[in-house]
């Protein structure tokens, strides 16, 4: 198989732009993530699956605190993927200049964006680099300007639209990213009751 | 919150529509779904998150054998929405007049569709009402006569674009479900690593 022939099958598997966001300890953090999935059919009871590489800052503080928000983008929001998904938490307070609450779960929900789900945690799953988070979608609103405009942010109008300079940072990291994985994709906690495939 | 402030934002949390192809002891059955997530960020080992519901006749079949296929649906395979997804694998062959052969994972692939990925299992994670399945990508590609046509189905598009007498019998169909699952989803067993959260 040539990763080629299924990339344009991949790529629809993304979800539209989130910021993430965590509180553990009395510390806020953010980052980007595509990887979030609808996980619930009963309209009272929402929930969602979100991946999070565990090399990220906010691994720790979801896995801790057993919460998080998804703060989805306008598609003029931009400059949030840089603000939030080219440093780490470990070494800048990403949140210090952008105004957010704190939700009803705890996490903090940023005051201008497409609209939120304030999320807590209720299983999770190892996937070696990274661990998928199931939670319940405790609150969530879409942010008033943003209903007439219909659309979130999607990770493919984004890259088209991103300065060329962000682009080549963005693939740099990604690179060093992907070398990570390529270690630790394999080592996988199993859930006991899988142990018969393994 | 009122489900119907989020629901523009969970709407676009739904994957394109995939028929899901699994074979144990020598059936194969095949089933409808909308709950698919990227979940590698490593070209060469591609993998993939698939929710399945307990009650459904593939949810043992995938478990048991440890593999299914996504055969995505393009966007003039409508009437495949109610082949597949509206009678169980339970009462019927729904794959009895439909051409397809077994790809290296094992797993039905269809001949006809926009393109495919067959899937091995690498873990699972219990959700109440469905199990979250962890599967390395072994194989997929897009057909040929799709790539000019660029978009898969989505559910968005589909919902439109259906009879209003499937509709109605999808809707009887969910609404049946729905009732199963919210008796189901807080009886979740909780990977051993997490019970600090329970």
Same mark, same amino acid.
């Given at each position: 198989?040539?990763?080629?022939?299924?990339?344009?099958?991949?790529?629809?598997?993304?979800?539209?732009?989130?910021?993430?966001?965590?509180?553990?300890?009395?510390?806020?953090?953010?980052? +980007?993530?595509?990887? +979030?999935?609808?996980?619930?059919? %009963?309209?009272?009871?929402?929930?969602?699956?979100?991946?999070?590489?565990?090399?990220?800052?906010?691994?720790?503080?979801?896995?801790?605190?057993?919460?998080?928000?998804?703060?989805?983008? =306008?598609?003029?929001?931009?400059?949030? +993927?840089?603000?939030?998904?080219? %440093?780490?938490?470990?070494?800048?307070?990403?949140?210090?200049?952008?105004?957010? =609450?704190?939700?009803?779960?705890?996490?903090?929900?940023?005051?201008?964006?497409?609209?939120?789900?304030?999320? =807590?945690?209720?299983?999770?799953?190892?996937?070696?680099?990274? !661990?998928?988070?199931?939670?319940?979608?405790?609150?969530?609103? +879409?942010?008033?300007?943003?209903?007439?405009?219909?659309?979130?942010?999607?990770?493919?109008?984004?890259?088209?639209?991103?300065?060329?300079?962000?682009?080549?940072?963005?693939?740099?990291?990604?690179?060093?990213?992907?070398?990570?994985?390529?270690?630790?994709?394999?080592?996988?906690?199993?859930?006991?009751?899988? !142990?018969?495939?393994?």
């Amino acid at each position: 198989m040539n990763y080629r022939s299924i990339a344009p099958i991949m790529g629809n598997l993304w979800s539209p732009i989130a910021a993430v966001t965590s509180r553990w300890q009395e510390r806020s953090n953010v980052q +980007i993530a595509v990887a +979030i999935s609808a996980a619930s059919i %009963v309209p009272d009871m929402p929930r969602v699956l979100l991946q999070i590489y565990k090399t990220n800052h906010s691994h720790g503080m979801i896995y801790n605190s057993g919460g998080f928000a998804l703060n989805f983008l =306008r598609r003029d929001q931009l400059d949030l +993927i840089k603000t939030f998904g080219f %440093v780490s938490g470990r070494d800048k307070d990403k949140l210090k200049d952008v105004p957010f =609450r704190l939700g009803v779960a705890g996490n903090p929900l940023l005051q201008d964006c497409w609209g939120y789900l304030d999320c =807590r945690v209720v299983n999770a799953m190892d996937g070696g680099d990274m !661990t998928c988070f199931l939670a319940d979608v405790v609150d969530g609103d +879409i942010l008033h300007e943003a209903q007439a405009e219909g659309e979130p942010l999607w990770w493919r109008e984004a890259r088209r639209r991103l300065p060329a300079g962000w682009m080549e940072e963005w693939d740099g990291k990604i690179a060093a990213e992907i070398e990570i994985s390529k270690t630790r994709m394999n080592q996988i906690d199993l859930t006991p009751d899988l !142990t018969h495939l393994a």
